[in-house]
């Protein structure tokens, strides 16, 4: 999406802590919670000046660290693309899946994904339609080559906030009320409806908030839409940008 856009478009892509390249500190040295994201998230777009005319772009476990933000900002963002994410409390219809349960409530599912890396290589297995490149594979796979380097991992899917005991209710719960205050913005939703986590349960509450959005939705596309669809899905993208001026 990135090189999609970047010719007419600044794009700003956040490396989290513990993913991607990015330092991996351990858990006396970083609190790996939806919390310590948002502000890491508020201090990176204070510190680029952005001005005031933002399209917030989020994806996965982004849909809740992009809006965190955007529920502070709200009149900084005045574009939307969305793809798979949520940014509201499980649907009661939805049941959380056993993969997330195993590695969230566990602590074999957290040997798994520490010690076996079995989060980031099923993910890169189970969440395309059309596999991934060895060398695509490889890349995704790389940060996480080690138990250490795993911390992150295992930190996001124990954080997920299923109810009021939970550490980050508040933030998921503030953001499922206040998402249709975004809905008099241009959005769009770009949707893989294999993803076996966000899937159409997800899809209809952005719809819900969000009923003037644009959407793109793909039957034969996987939690990665971006990989499975970035042929026509970027090309979409960018028209829903042009279209939208700022």
Same mark, same amino acid.
């Given at each position: ?24 500190? =351990? ?29 917030? =772009? ?31 409390? !499980? ?29 980031? =290589? ?48 508040? !933030? ?7 998402? =249709? ?21 997800? !899809? ?43």
């Amino acid at each position: 999406m990135v090189r999609g856009l970047q010719d007419d478009y600044r794009c700003i892509v956040p490396d989290h802590i513990g993913m991607g390249l990015s330092d991996k500190p =351990a858990d006396a040295d970083y609190g790996y919670t939806l919390r310590n994201r948002v502000q890491d998230l508020d201090r990176l777009l204070d510190s680029l000046n952005l001005g005031n005319d933002i399209t917030l =772009a989020v994806h996965d476990w982004g849909g809740m660290i992009g809006f965190g933000w955007a529920l502070k900002h709200a009149a900084r963002v005045k574009r939307l693309v969305i793809l798979n994410t949520a940014a509201f409390p !499980l649907p009661a219809a939805k049941a959380l899946p056993w993969q997330l349960n195993l590695g969230r409530n566990w602590a074999l599912g957290e040997w798994l994904i520490r010690g076996a890396n079995a989060f980031a =290589a099923g993910a890169a297995r189970d969440g395309v339609v059309r596999p991934l490149s060895p060398e695509v594979k490889a890349a995704l796979l790389a940060p996480y080559d080690s138990w250490a380097n795993r911390i992150s991992t295992v930190r996001f899917v124990q954080d997920i906030p299923l109810g009021p005991g939970d550490r980050a209710w508040d !933030l998921v719960e503030d953001a499922g009320r206040r998402l =249709a205050s975004f809905a008099d913005r241009p959005a769009f939703l770009g949707w893989g409806l294999k993803d076996f986590v966000f899937d159409d349960h997800f !899809l209809k509450g952005f719809e819900r908030a969000l009923p003037r959005a644009e959407k793109q939705i793909y039957e034969d596309a996987g939690h990665y839409v971006l990989e499975d669809k970035h042929e026509v899905l970027v090309p979409r993208i960018r028209d829903f940008l042009d279209r939208n001026l700022l």
